[in-house]
């Protein structure tokens, strides 16, 4: 039981990256306050964990949100050990030359303020705590362009920097913080902000699941569990040499073009050593 007798803040709680760390973390012993804008699906997750699981509604694009949230967690537990700020959609997707400021600023304030709140009104409530992490989902859209929509992109470096930086910041007090780079994870984030029934949803979810398999070198799709996996480890003693860093969990997404992996694909330079085969045929001839 890794995080027997600890105290864990986890943001988007009520679906996919957030409910399978949620229930990783309760499973080895932490007592968790799942925190969702899901009212429905976050007070499910707390009935079924036989007093495990609190639930706290938060809207995290709403800072006093965030400080309620965690002073309330603190009041209730004693204090915080472990915090994954990995609340967040994919935002406004209209590219730079068309994208408007009202939907820049929206995306920032969900996927980046939001996690600078998060280490701003915890931190408080974890200095000094033994074993003390906070973990933040960044993504593999931080470390190239063509993942994402452009602003999702741009807060998801700014989420990884800020990683870094926070890391200095509260090195002094004992407090490790690190980012996670999730790959193609099958979760309903593609989907959230798609302005249609629920039912073409689940479709079009079921679509991304089946291109997900086939879309990096580890021929599955990844799943929530990949990366409850990773914030466990970077929650528990066994990183506790890692701060101010980031593990890539992608199933190898970002190897390369898929040429590199795929033996089915054609390569950068085939095209040009087929005009050097023929060109040697025609010289033989």
């Given at each position: 039981m890794r995080f027997a007798g600890k105290i864990a803040v986890v943001t988007g709680a009520a679906s996919g990256i957030g409910k399978a760390t949620v229930l990783k973390l309760a499973s080895e012993g932490a007592h968790v306050f799942a925190a969702?804008?899901?009212?429905?699906?976050?007070?499910?997750?707390?009935?079924?964990?036989?007093?495990?699981?609190?639930?706290?509604?938060?809207?995290?694009?709403?800072?006093?949100?965030?400080?309620a949230l965690m002073n309330e967690a603190a009041a209730k537990a004693g204090g915080i050990d472990i915090v994954f700020n990995n609340a967040a959609a994919g935002g406004d997707r209209a590219p730079i030359d068309e994208i408007t400021p009202e939907g820049w600023d929206r995306t920032m304030d969900l996927v980046l303020k939001s996690v600078a709140m998060g280490i701003r009104y915890a931190s408080p409530h974890m200095k000094g705590r033994k074993g003390a992490s906070i973990i933040n989902t960044a993504s593999v859209?931080?470390?190239?362009?063509?993942?994402?929509?452009t602003a999702y992109a741009v807060a998801?470096?700014?989420?990884?920097?800020?990683?870094?930086?926070?890391?200095?910041?509260?090195?002094?007090?004992?407090?490790?913080?690190?980012?996670?780079?999730p790959g193609f994870i099958n979760t309903n984030i593609f989907t959230a902000s798609l302005e249609v029934p629920d039912a073409m949803k689940d479709q079009a979810n079921a679509v991304i699941a089946g291109m997900s398999?086939?879309?990096?070198?580890?021929?599955?799709?990844?799943?929530?569990?990949?990366?409850?996996?990773?914030?466990?480890?970077?929650?528990?003693?066994?990183?506790?040499?890692?701060?101010?860093?980031?593990?890539?969990?992608?199933?190898?997404?970002?190897?390369?073009?898929?040429?590199?992996?795929?033996?089915?694909?054609?390569?950068?330079?085939?095209?040009?050593?087929?005009?050097?085969?023929?060109?040697?045929?025609?010289a033989a001839a």
């Open positions: 969702d804008i899901d009212e429905a699906g976050g007070r499910a997750l707390a009935e079924q964990s036989n007093g495990k699981i609190d639930f706290i509604r938060c809207d995290v694009t709403k800072p006093s949100d965030i400080e859209a931080a470390l190239g362009a063509g993942y994402s929509p998801k470096v700014g989420v990884l920097h800020l990683s870094k930086v926070a890391a200095t910041d509260l090195a002094r007090y004992g407090i490790r913080v690190n980012a996670i780079c398999a086939q879309a990096q070198p580890v021929a599955r799709g990844g799943q929530p569990d990949d990366i409850a996996n990773a914030v466990a480890f970077l929650a528990s003693d066994e990183s506790s040499f890692m701060t101010g860093t980031h593990l890539l969990v992608d199933g190898g997404l970002t190897i390369g073009q898929r040429h590199a992996w795929d033996p089915e694909s054609p390569g950068m330079f085939d095209a040009l050593v087929a005009m050097e085969e023929a060109a040697k045929a025609g």
